[in-house]
DNA sequence: ACTTGACATGTAACGCGTTTCAACATTTAG
DNA sequence: CTAAATGTTGAAACGCGTTACATGTCAAGT
């Protein structure tokens, strides 16, 4: 393997002024620096990432943290790795599986230097903790959160669930339950406020058990389903879940328990993955791709110390064959 | 920031015993090593990841190669993820859009040192280029392979799409279409020769248009009932898909289209994905977690110089509702 | 008492670019 | 024709651990 130092002795030059070539300075004459590209094309040279990386002090990598990938993940994820590459910065993954050290080793990374800044979803550590991290780089959230140290593209979900509870009513539905995600988060919070409003001003019935919280997947939906209809008592006749992977599995297991869809129960979904629109189930469009663009934004403008403007995004509602 | 310099001087060491504390060397005495663990911990000392990479020369990186993440390599991509970060490794995400310029960055920072190995699945690059970047570290593949300087987690494609055929046959299907994806593949190249086998075993119809190749997505799927079913001449009674996704469209569509499945139209996909169990497909399964988890341990075994074993792994047929 | 070996620790080179500051050469302006 | 400006290039320090090899010490073996 040839290194800089090798080109320079070969060229007669010193490194600084290779250094140049390769970081196409101008303060290199045309002369100089033919003579130097050339030598490097023979020696088949490419610098060292590493070492550059420990002289700069960055790694042009940051990692993205979540408890596991999933299909609502996809686009966000996607657009990330897209964006990031076009500036040359790469995506590394960190998935925790719901486990605090395996979360945390992701933020004592970018401590170590071994990525120049975090973008995190829902998080399974104390938020004081994470928040401490802050001093060694940009942490951006998909999630809304309320800490100054960690930047957050997240959208109002209260107007967001506002859009699908509306729509429901307009619908004419009234017996409303809500498959809630995680029970701690900003998000679940502007959804649950949505909800008691709603029911506030319609006057709608309210069921304590129609409110369940902690519900993400498919089989979590289908469980949900099950629970809900044949428990004693009055049941929903709609339901808005967490995501569109819960409403798939809502929809799946009514339709299995022989429950007409949208006609006995509706279903929302939310995000309008392409599942959504692959079972037609009405979700609530969650502008994911582009969210994910402007955290990517937020992070190379604190990191280029040029801050980014947070983008000014919208929900909308797409109906489909569930309502 | 501090660094082992520091601590060096500060405890009164050298820096070598020092690098032995963090090291867990065996050659240092509890008393020394106790003194240099407490200033460590005064100064808030951790060491700088990029030097550690520099002086190693290595950075416990590993690229994942795609076109994009979609819902088939979900599972493969967080399977890969979490076995890797148990051995310590991080997973880097290298997406190409199908942009030859873009994947082949990916193998550059191999070469420049910035990932340890590579994973790729599907690729678009010449062959013959991407395979001589072998020399500066492991590659694996997803798909079938034949290269020696890239190892193959791919699994006997032939096998697991006669699973299918055979299971058509056997419920009585006869005018079977293919919905093959990459052209170029071995992976379809085994899946076609299987369906020339079967065809010729059992003499049944063949159609030129029942076997397009190229189709992935869930789009492509729903587009290619509708060019089946919609063709002048007789039409195929079921469609093998290349993996669930394409299942999924194909199912979506032909329902909208008042095709009844599975009576008029079976449908089979592939991989067994969670999308698959959603929308009771019949579909073939490919143990994918565990392909991740093998192209985790041929890497390692390249990187340790200890040559794990390719693992046995074996597909089956999953009967739902669309066969 | 003397050698040998085990153990603890230090020295210095190494991995490889980047960057600041200084120096020198060549134009250009006056 | 000189002073100032502009353009080239180099020396050396810096970023930070790792590791092969050397040295010193003390206890066990004979």
Known sequence: MSNLDQIAK????????????LNHSPHVSQTTRDTIMKIMEELDYVPNGNAISLSKGQTEQ???????????????LNSFVETASQYGYQTIIYTSGGDPAKELQAFE????????????????????????????????????????????????QYEGYMLGLEHVIKQGYRRIANAFGRPTSMNTSGRMQAYQDIVRKYNLP????????GIYSIRQGEQLVRELLLNP??????????????????LN????????VPEELAVVGFDNTELAHTLGITSIYNPIAAQAQNAFQLILGRLKGTEAAQQQLEFQLVKRATT
């Open 10 to 21: 070969l060229s007669g030059f010193s490194k600084a002024t290779v250094s140049r070539v």
């Open 62 to 76: 940051i990692g993205m943290v979540t408890e596991g990938i999933n299909e609502v993940m996809l686009p966000f």
């Open 109 to 156: 990374d970018m401590r170590r230097k071994r990525v120049d800044a975090l973008v995190i979803s829902t998080c399974v550590n104390d938020l004081e903790l994470l928040s401490s991290y802050g001093k060694y780089g940009p942490i951006v959230s998909w999630q809304r959160m309320e800490r100054p140290e960690i930047q957050s593209v997240a959208m109002n």
């Open 206 to 213: 309210v069921q304590p058990d129609w409110s369940p919280t």
């Open 233 to 250: 008592g009055e049941h929903p006749n709609v339901i808005l879940c967490a995501n569109d992977l819960v409403a798939a599995g809502v």
């Open 253 to 260: 297991e009514a339709r299995r328990m022989g429950v007409k």
